[in-house]
């Protein structure tokens, strides 16, 4: 497998072809089907454009991500393709725009190769719970890939793309990158237009790459990033060359470790590699200083509250009246909304919308909602605090390693806090990057985070790229 | 605080959901083990904190209320179950609902 910026040195030489490169990966995913990456491909159409860009290369006027063949979750929009978010409810719908990262893609020169399966809505921690059958992790495939971007995920780590879109509402970009072993950005909330994304938890979602490279994430965000008057969260703040930021020096960076990230609840065979990591950092010139962030513990209950609450608001769209699939059997219009929704909505899904109805509903909204929207508060302020000392935070990326297929789908909570060391980065809406770091025990990839201040993608790139090539 | 099956039909009706009764008893059960968990917050004092909704505290984001093409009737009703020429087709609608 190579990363985009040697497949584009490559391309540049005439070594190699787009339509080579697609070909490859397309025989790649009917060999590997039963890994169920997929919900869509786009055999003809990326075919052929990979023989536009091919002409574009050899004229000299190609984009600056041309050659790049990339795979997007199914929760972002593409005109005229399907947008299931593995969802029955959505199996047949059809999007009617291209979200603002489509339009930025194809206008960079990119290929898009295909739509990747996921958890349905983006709720879930292990692509357990998508309609079309859950995703197998490539490297041990009983076990799964983490979610629930896990479509993407495997088709970055087992050569059907260069690189994915995913989305990261609380871990969904970094935990299956560093279940499948691959580089996953989440970028700082507002960084990247969500305009044409499938809403789960409006204040949380954030679009961002999976790549085998650092450089390819930087060069990736170059393209996504940056504000669109389509879309009224996103920031109004310049986009800096990202790549600029990357063969840079350690020295004088300073580091946190938060306390309350390495404990025994930590798998020790996760903290030795990564301090090991740190401890190179740290011979390189880099301050590493432990840090608190005394809110820790209680990130993935205020996670839960405001996400399921944003989501049952978000998802009560779904009634069966205007699109989606509509129950056959209703006596009236109440009976239509309920049956569709019934039908049409796993597990997990109906679960999270009913944790949301329940806190906002009357009677219990100040004891659960407000008073998660002030922990959220006093958790972004730890952050605030901890980035007057540090210039970055280095933390794992799970618990443990990926888990079996089955190991937690019937315990619901259990699932929840495999998101423990993931969520508080949206929660403060700040950038956090997932890279492999070594292998435990089993030759499992354990992944490592670096959390940056907010619109600091620069560091936590620098960062990243240095552990990487060292 | 811990939910019966009652509440659990509540909040269902609220959320335009329906569970059979076999799931409704498993429900409940991991529904109250989930806000077990969460009760948690209860413990933080929160007394002076200003809840925060948004992460980047953007103000009110205006643009000029002009006129813009936008999708037409065709697009729109693309992906609708059921329609009658430009409408979106639902049961009749009269009385309590």
Known sequence: ?470 | MSVTIKDVENIAALARLEYSETEKEKFTHQFNKILEYIEKLSEIDTTNVEPLSHVIELRNVFREDKMKPSFSQEEILMNAPSKTEKFFKVPKVIGDI
């Open chain 1, 1 to 470: 497998m190579k990363n985009f910026y040697s497949l584009k040195q490559e391309l540049t030489e005439g070594t190699t072809t787009c339509e080579r490169i697609t070909s490859g990966y397309l025989e790649q995913m009917r060999e590997k089907k039963h890994l169920n990456a997929f919900l869509s491909v786009f055999t003809d159409k990326a075919l052929k454009r990979s023989r536009a860009i091919d002409k574009k290369i050899n004229s000299g006027n190609a984009g600056q991500l041309a050659g790049l063949v990339i795979a997007i979750k199914d929760i972002i929009s593409i005109a005229g393709e399907r947008l299931t978010c593995a969802s029955k409810l959505l199996e047949n719908y059809a999007a009617i725009y291209n979200a603002t990262v489509i339009d930025k893609l194809n206008e960079a020169d990119a290929i898009i190769i295909g739509k990747t399966n996921m958890d349905e809505f983006a709720m879930g921690s292990s692509t357990e719970n998508s309609a079309f059958g859950p995703v197998l992790n490539p490297l041990d495939e009983t076990r799964v890939p983490g979610g629930s971007s896990g479509g993407s995920a495997v088709a970055v780590a087992s050569g059907m793309a260069t690189a994915a879109l995913g989305t990261d509402t609380g871990g969904s970009i970094r935990q299956p990158a560093a279940f499948t072993g691959i580089v996953g950005l989440k970028p700082t909330y507002g960084r990247v237009s969500r305009y044409g994304l499938v809403a789960f938890a409006s204040s949380f979602d954030q679009i961002g790459p999976f790549t085998l490279s650092v450089k390819d994430a930087a060069l990736i965000l170059n393209v996504i990033a940056g504000y669109d008057k389509k879309e009224s969260t996103s920031a109004k703040i310049p986009v800096p060359e990202y790549t600029s930021f990357l063969n840079k020096e350690m020295k004088g960076l300073r580091i946190g470790l938060p306390k309350e990230y390495f404990t025994e609840s930590l798998n020790p065979e996760i903290s030795d590699v990564i301090l090991k990591k740190v401890e190179l950092l740290k011979q390189n010139g880099a301050e590493v200083e432990e840090i608190s962030l005394p809110y820790s513990e209680y990130t993935v209950a205020t996670y839960y509250i405001l996400t399921t609450a944003e989501a049952s608001s978000n998802l009560a769209r779904f009634d069966g009246a205007r699109y989606g699939k509509r129950a056959e059997d209703f006596k009236d219009l109440r009976e239509m909304y309920t049956k569709s929704r019934s039908e049409g909505f796993g597990e997990e899904v109906k679960r999270r919308i009913m944790l949301g109805t329940y806190v906002l509903s009357a009677g219990y909204y100040d004891a659960y909602y407000r008073k998660a929207q002030k922990v959220r508060r006093l958790i972004k302020e730890d952050f605030d605090k901890a980035f007057t000392n540090v210039d970055c935070i280095i933390t794992p990326v799970t618990p443990g390693t990926a888990f079996r297929l089955g190991e937690k789908i019937d315990d619901p909570l259990t699932m929840y806090l495999s998101d423990v060391y993931t969520v508080s980065a949206n929660l403060a809406g700040i950038p956090a990057i997932s890279i492999p770091c070594g292998v435990d025990g089993q030759n499992l990839p354990v992944g490592l985070q670096i959390l940056g201040k907010q619109f600091d993608e620069e560091t936590i790139l620098k960062v990243a790229d240095f552990i990487e090539n060292v």
